[in-house]
């Protein structure tokens, strides 16, 4: 993956260079290669079995790849047992030794690397501060809240500071508020150590929000990487378009070739343009990707409409309020549904519409991803 460390001559700081794990018959993950930089929130994006896990765990040393190598600020740690790798990886907070408080959860790595007291004193206090727990050294986990168990697990997973902190769905088991505030509490850590964190999830809001770069993986592979608006707005392939938010996808026909070559709409007969400049073969399928808050909704004209390219008409079948924004469904001519996204206020006319009217749905050509699979 050509990147920016490349141009510019220096090694990147993680390489993960054509890693591939076999068990037995199933391939975890196949052919990997990815960079990562000092200080990036990365997160691994991917459905149930995607093999996330597994290459963060070979990342960490606890699974040897069967191909490929990994390398840290330019060594190659492939064959370097976990302890000795500068990488840590935090577990979940139901991990914690239940018979400790809180400090000797923290300072219990520090102790078996036999720091010497008063640093560990020094380096516990400063985890306290980190994770703002400094009232709590002396609970035990039983006496702590979930989100704090959880900043006592992270506390001690930076204990020996890491150059990259490994976390494999960490905020799973909290529920959606708690998780909320726990990943801006991540978000503000990560800020303030400059520590590269590696974040496995299969949330994709939780990536967009946290990410500095995803990594989307699909059956082994890693499908795409990019920082989360540009993967919103250019998503390499459907899977990915429909993975990270929602998008209506319009099917089409490629007809003819060079300048007279068109897009016709399977669904619904009519044209779908885009700015892109994709080559494409007669004959061939693809797909226009277009977000429900890049859709336009009108109510429809009076006669017969205009032909034009990115317009058709429909029904409203469903309207769903939710203060500050509202979603809409429109099922077209041809019993295609389209999704709408419509935030902030309604103009005059759009006010008016009501379930079962007759509207008219289009949207820019600049609005319109071209996707070829
Ligand atoms: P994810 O974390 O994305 O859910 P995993 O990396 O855990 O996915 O697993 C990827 C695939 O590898 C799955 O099909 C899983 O069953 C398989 N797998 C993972 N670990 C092992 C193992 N130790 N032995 C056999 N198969 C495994
Ligand atoms: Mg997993």
Known sequence: MADKADREGRAPFLRIHNISKHFADVKAVDDVSLDIEQGEFFCLLGGSGSGKSTLLRMIAGLETPTSGHIEIENQDVTDVPPWKRPVNMMFQSYALFPHMNVE????????????????????????????????????????????????????????????????????????????????????????????????????????????????????????????????????????????????????????????????????????????????????????VAVRPERVLLKTKPKGRAAKAANKSSGKLTDIMYLGGITHIQVTLDSGHPVRITISEHWDEDEAKLKLGDAVEVSFEKRAARLLVD
């Open 104 to 287: 000797k959860n923290i300072a219990f790595g520090l102790k078996q690397d036999n720091w010497p007291k008063p640093e560990i004193a020094a380096r516990v206090e400063e985890l306290l501060n980190l994770v703002q727990l400094n009232e709590y050294g002396k609970r035990k986990p039983n006496q702590l809240s979930g989100g704090q168990r959880q900043r006592v697990a992270l506390a001690r997973a930076l204990a020996r500071k890491p150059k990259v902190l490994l976390l494999d769905e960490p905020l799973s088991a909290l529920d959606k508020k708690l998780r909320e505030e726990t990943q801006r509490q991540l978000v503000a850590i990560q800020k303030e150590i400059g520590t590269t964190f590696i974040m496995v999830t299969h949330d994709q809001e939780e990536a967009m929000s946290i990410a500095t770069r995803i990594g989307v993986m699909d059956q082994a592979k890693l499908v795409q990487v990019e920082a989360p608006r540009e993967m919103y707005e250019r998503p390499a392939n459907k899977m990915i378009a429909g993975f990270i938010g929602q998008v209506n996808l319009f099917e089409g026909k490629v007809k003819g070739t060079g300048k007279a070559q068109k897009i016709i709409s399977v669904d619904t007969g009519g044209i779908l343009e885009t700015l892109e400049k994709t080559k494409l073969e007669d004959g061939q399928t693809i797909w």
